[in-house]
T-cell receptor
Framework: ELKVEQNPLFLSMQEGKNYTIYCNYS?????LYWYRQDPGKSLESLFV?????AVKQEGRLMASLDTKARLSTLHITAAVHDLSATYFC????????????FGTGTRLKVLA | EPEVTQTPSHQVTQMGQEVILRCVPI?????FYWYRQILGQKVEFLVS????????KSEIFDDQFSVERPDGSNFTLKIRSTKLEDSAMYFC??????????????FGPGTRLTVL
C-alpha cells in the first residue's frame, strides 16, 4: 500500500523566513499534486507536477519533484502571514488506479 | 470557470439515520470520486466511479456506503445508517480521464457531516 508522508507535521515560522516542506512516498509515481487548505475549507490546487525534475513556482511557493528519490518539496520563500494554512501533497499512482493518496499534511503558521 | 459543487455545505444528523450527500461534477468529466477528511486528519479516498459503476473503493467504503449517478448531472454518496465516526468533511471530485493518463481531479467545496 502506498504511503505518503510529509514533514514536518507542524511548522511555526517567522515572517520573512524560508522553509521547506517535504513529501516522501513509497512507490513509483511521476504525478504529484500540492494543495492548500484553510481551516474548514476545501482543497485549493497549488501545483501539478507531472515528471521527474519538474519545478513550478507561484509567488513565494516553489514545488519540485524527484521521482527517483520519491520526494517532492514545497519551498516557502520570505513567508508572510497569509501563507498560514495546511499544505497537503497527493500522489497519483500510474498503475491504472484512480485514487489520490494524500500525505499527512503540514500545518503552517506564519507569525507576524 | 467550471467547478464542482456540493450540497449541503453542512449536514447534521442523528446516529442511525440515512444521509445523502450531493455533488454536481464538472459537466464534461467522466470520472467521479468521493474522499473524506476527519477533522484534523488527512484526506482519505473512499470510492471512484466511472461509466455508472464503481471503479475502485477503499476499505472505508463498506456496505453502509453507496454511490449513484441518478441523472446526467448529479453524483451522490449515501450513508445508510450513520455512525458517530462518520462525522467528517466529505469531498467530491471529478476528472475527465483516469488510470494511466493524466488525471487531475477537481475538488468541490465539501460537505461537513456531523453525526450526533
Amino acid at each position: 500500500e502506498l504511503k505518503v508522508e510529509q514533514n514536518p507535521l507542524f511548522l511555526s515560522m517567522q515572517e520573512g523566513k524560508n522553509y521547506t516542506i517535504y513529501c516522501n512516498y513509497s512507490t513509483t509515481s511521476d504525478r504529484l499534486y500540492w494543495y492548500r487548505q484553510d481551516p474548514g475549507k476545501s482543497l485549493e490546487s497549488l501545483f501539478v507536477l507531472l515528471s521527474n525534475g519538474a519545478v513550478k513556482q507561484e509567488g513565494r511557493l516553489m514545488a519540485s519533484l524527484d521521482t527517483k528519490a520519491r520526494l517532492s518539496t514545497l519551498h516557502i520563500t520570505a513567508a508572510v502571514h497569509d501563507l498560514s494554512a495546511t499544505y497537503f501533497c497527493a500522489v497519483d499512482l500510474t498503475s491504472g488506479t484512480y485514487k489520490y493518496i494524500f500525505g499527512t499534511g503540514t500545518r503552517l503558521k506564519v507569525l507576524a | 470557470e467550471p467547478e464542482v459543487t456540493q450540497t449541503p455545505s453542512h449536514q447534521v444528523t442523528q446516529m442511525g439515520q440515512e444521509v445523502i450527500l450531493r455533488c454536481v461534477p464538472i459537466s464534461n468529466h467522466l470520472y467521479f470520486y468521493w474522499y473524506r477528511q476527519i477533522l484534523g486528519q488527512k484526506v482519505e479516498f473512499l470510492v471512484s466511479f466511472y461509466n455508472n459503476e464503481i471503479s475502485e473503493k477503499s476499505e472505508i467504503f463498506d456496505d453502509q456506503f453507496s454511490v449513484e449517478r441518478p441523472d446526467g448531472s448529479n453524483f451522490t454518496l449515501k450513508i445508510r445508517s450513520t455512525k458517530l465516526e462518520d462525522s467528517a468533511m466529505y469531498f467530491c471530485a471529478s476528472s475527465d480521464t483516469g488510470g494511466n493518463r493524466f488525471n487531475e481531479q477537481f475538488f468541490g467545496p465539501g460537505t461537513r457531516l456531523t453525526v450526533l
